[in-house]
């Protein structure tokens, strides 16, 4: 079974500092990675995925992640946070197999941007 | 292009009853998926069709069924809600089954079981 673990269910920055949201996962096959952002009374979009290739993906709206094995991580970083960003944030994981049809999604974390 | 449009947007139901919710996809998009997101939740996997085919299906008692059309939208019912089915209710499109294709998600159906 596959799980994901997002440390931090709120998370408040200031405006122009780094954005640091971490995801960690669980997973007995080799992984593809997301991370999607939700706006209020809004469906997901999705922010950046990871299939393979390249660890360090660049994704919409200036965010990256980086897909670290040894450390199960895929944690989601913007340089310079927009008061724009304030939103929701889940990393979701799904098998890289023929059984690819689900995201298990984390319970998310509460971006908070002050100005 | 006109994105994942779901209907209606809000429903009340009282517990013991049925209901239906209904999805139509990206126009070309061939699979649909449904999530369900509890308040506070990440959203959790519960269908997904291709080709009006079950290609999976998540841990949802049978009280949840659902089914895809020959133009591709979808609907979801559940039976004999219970409180805890109060949810948003997602779906996604994407151009075929498997998550190496974008899923595209729908702004949702929020549910209220009283």
């Known amino acids: 079974a596959q799980s994901v673990t997002q440390l931090g269910s709120h998370v408040s920055v200031s405006e122009g500092a780094l954005v640091l949201l971490r995801c960690n996962y669980s997973?007995?096959?080799?992984?593809?990675l997301f991370w999607y952002v939700q706006y209020p009374n809004q469906g997901l979009q999705l922010l950046l995925k990871?299939?393979?290739?390249?660890?360090l993906v660049k994704g919409i709206n200036g965010f990256e992640a980086e897909f670290k094995k040894s450390e199960t991580s895929f944690h989601l970083t913007k340089p310079s946070a927009h008061m724009s960003d304030a939103a929701e944030y889940f990393c979701?994981?799904?098998?890289?197999?023929?059984?690819?049809?689900?995201?298990?999604f984390g319970k998310g974390t509460l971006l908070t941007v002050n100005p | 292009d006109a994105g994942v449009t779901q209907s209606p947007t809000h429903l009340i139901k009282t517990r013991g009853q049925h209901v239906t919710l209904r999805c139509s996809p990206i126009?070309?998009?061939?699979?649909v998926s449904w999530y369900q997101q509890v308040l506070g939740q990440g959203p959790q996997f519960i269908f997904q069709y291709y080709e009006k085919e079950e290609r999976g299906r998540g841990n949802f008692p049978d009280r949840f069924s659902a089914r895809q059309f020959p133009n591709y939208s979808s609907e979801l019912n559940v039976n004999a809600l219970l409180l805890g089915d109060s949810a948003l209710y997602l779906c996604a499109s994407s151009w075929a089954a498997g998550t190496d294709y974008e899923q595209y998600f729908g702004p949702g159906t929020r549910l209220t079981v009283t």
């Open positions: 126009s070309g998009h061939k699979s």
């Open positions: 979701a994981v799904s098998n890289s197999g023929g059984s690819n049809y689900k995201l298990t």
């Open positions: 990871y299939t393979t290739g390249a660890t």
């Open positions: 997973s007995s096959v080799p992984p593809y």
